[in-house]
């Protein structure tokens, strides 16, 4: 009986990874084979491979008169940009502090930042909407990205650097400290060559989830300032008809970008994740 039992048991795990697999897959490949299909096709068979392929959906997303996809894209590749470039050098220095701080005082600041993953973004989203009106930050990008800074994306990078520095020898720190090294200049020039990994895993991290963030621009910029293209493809859903092909080529357009990015990055990314894996 157990030799017939194993067999069955590992065909059950594998017919449930393969579900599990196909539920991760499907709306991917639905969405990618949708970009270039017509209208009828997608409406007769989603999953249908495009026969004949055409690229008319992505003539029409680029060829918009109200421009959504190129202001979209611009504006999503400036936010990310911009609350990356902000939050990176803003978390690893934080994260330095805090490791050579006292293991108390090292606990009650970690604590701090724990809220920050703790509370979810929704539930502070109105008042940081409040507090950018009052400081006449609100339809701003600035007030956009200074609410990014904030909460749980600055506690997430401050984490991963934090037990990344865990990693780097006291030795390294102590030479520089003895060759006359200040804090500053420790941080830039030691510190963070060193937590290169953590800093790809963490642009990587970052910049997809401010990418793909819908509530923030939506409430904080608001349809008068502009549109990221995640707010740009909500747009495009109409009240009484969609045009699913030319949606759906908005769609492919604006995941182009990030794509990209993790493939120019992977490298460092994977390797990051091994660093702190193996250490």
């Known amino acids: 009986m157990s030799t017939l039992r194993i067999p069955l048991r590992r065909r059950g795990h594998l017919a449930s990874a393969m579900l599990v697999t196909a539920a991760y897959i499907l709306p991917v490949y639905v969405a990618l084979v949708s970009a270039f299909k017509t209208q009828d096709q997608i409406l007769a068979n ?23 996809v190129q ?5 999503s590749v400036f936010v990310t940009a911009a609350t990356v470039v902000l939050l990176v050098p803003l978390a690893s220095a934080v994260s330095f502090y805090i490791s050579q701080r006292t293991p108390k005082v090292k606990a009650a600041l970690l604590a701090f930042f724990a809220l920050g993953l703790m509370v979810p973004p929704q539930v502070v989203l109105l008042p940081i909407v409040e507090l950018l009106t009052v400081i006449g930050l609100d339809h701003t990008y600035p007030g956009l990205i200074l609410s990014n800074i904030g909460g749980g994306y600055l506690s997430f990078a401050v984490f991963v650097y934090v037990g990344f520095l865990r990693t780097v020898p006291p030795e390294i720190i102590e030479a520089a400290r003895v060759d006359g090294a200040g804090d500053v200049r420790l941080w830039w020039q030691v510190i963070m060559p060193v937590v290169r990994p953590a800093t790809a895993t963490v642009s990587i991290f970052l910049g997809l989830w401010v990418w793909n963030d819908f509530l923030n621009p939506l409430l904080i910029l608001g349809p008068l300032q502009g549109q990221t293209i995640t707010t740009g493809v909500y747009l495009s859903v109409g ?41």
């Open 239 to 279: 009240g009484y008809s969609t045009d699913y092909g030319q949606l759906f080529g908005i769609m492919f357009l604006s995941a182009v970008i990030p794509v990209v990015g993790y493939l120019v990055s992977q490298r460092e990314f994977i390797h990051g994740l091994m660093s702190g894996a193996s250490k």
């Open 46 to 68: 989603p999953a249908a491979p495009p026969a004949p392929f055409t690229f008319d959906n992505i003539i029409k997303a680029l060829s918009r008169p109200d421009n959504l």
């Open 71 to 75: 202001g979209g894209l611009g504006n």
